[in-house]
T-cell receptor, first 114, second 112 residues
Framework: AQSVTQPDIHITVSEGASLELRCNYSYGATPYLFWYVQSPGQGLQLLLKYFSGDTLVQGIKGFEAEFKRSQSSFNLRKPSVHWSDAAEYFCAVGVMDSSYKLIFGSGTRLLVRP | GAGVSQSPSNKVTEKGKDVELRCDPISGHTALYWYRQSLGQGLEFLIYFQGNSAPDKSGLPSDRFSAERTGGSVSTLTIQRTQQEDSAVYLC??????????FGPGTRLTVL
């Protein structure tokens, strides 16, 4: 069965520090992978996505993620965190039947220290 | 252009009552999804509509939950005889081509 694991429930970083949020997936074929961000009281906003090709993908707001098939991982990174990045981050895999429904990880809440 | 909209933004109801939640997808988007976000279960898929095809209802947690999509546009999620465990944020998303889903702001449902 498909699944997504985000092992870190909370992460706290200082403003200006680098960030890496972990995501591991279980899927039988080449996955479609996504990172979404949710600010308090808001819906989900797509940060970036991987379908095929270059395994390092760039997204909005200075985020990037690297697909590593050998590790079944799709970690999200940012070189310098801003206070406005404080939010909850969700990794998801797209189910490749006709629906492309998303299976989400449990999320990682990012706190940013001034 | 306008994004996905949902109404109401908040709904408080009493246990046993029925509720209807509405989703207006992005104009022209043929695919529409409902997800539920709750403390205990995280974000989980409920139901998927694509054009005139039969919906994928595989995520609906019980027969108290139903949804319809009229005219290929607006969708309504109905929960009958609400229970406290139905308290959650209900998110709607739509998709055109490709695989990116655009999410609405959600409806926060509280069952007292």
């Amino acid at each position: 069965a498909q699944s997504v694991t985000q092992p870190d429930i909370h992460i706290t970083v200082s403003e200006g520090a680098s960030l890496e949020l972990r995501c591991n997936y279980s899927y039988g074929a080449t996955p479609y992978l996504f990172w979404y961000v949710q600010s308090p009281g808001q819906g989900l906003q797509l940060l970036l996505k991987y379908f095929s090709g270059d395994t390092l993908v760039q997204g909005i707001k200075g985020f990037e993620a690297e697909f590593k098939r050998s590790q079944s991982s799709f970690n999200l990174r940012k070189p310098s965190v801003h206070w406005s990045d404080a939010a909850e981050y969700f990794c998801a895999v797209g189910v490749m039947d006709s629906s492309y429904k998303l299976i989400f990880g449990s999320g990682t809440r990012l706190l940013v220290r001034p | 252009g306008a994004g996905v909209s949902q109404s109401p933004s908040n709904k408080v109801t009493e246990k046993g009552k029925d509720v209807e939640l509405r989703c207006d997808p992005i104009s022209g988007h043929t695919a529409l999804y409902w997800y539920r976000q709750s403390l205990g279960q995280g974000l989980e898929f409920l139901i998927y509509f694509q054009g005139n095809s039969a919906p994928d209802k595989s995520g609906l947690p019980s027969d108290r939950f139903s949804a319809e999509r009229t005219g290929g546009s607006v969708s309504t999620l109905t929960i009958q005889r609400t229970q406290q465990e139905d308290s959650a944020v209900y998110l709607c998303a739509s998709r055109l081509i490709g695989h990116e889903q655009f999410f609405g702001p959600g409806t926060r449902l509280t069952v007292l």
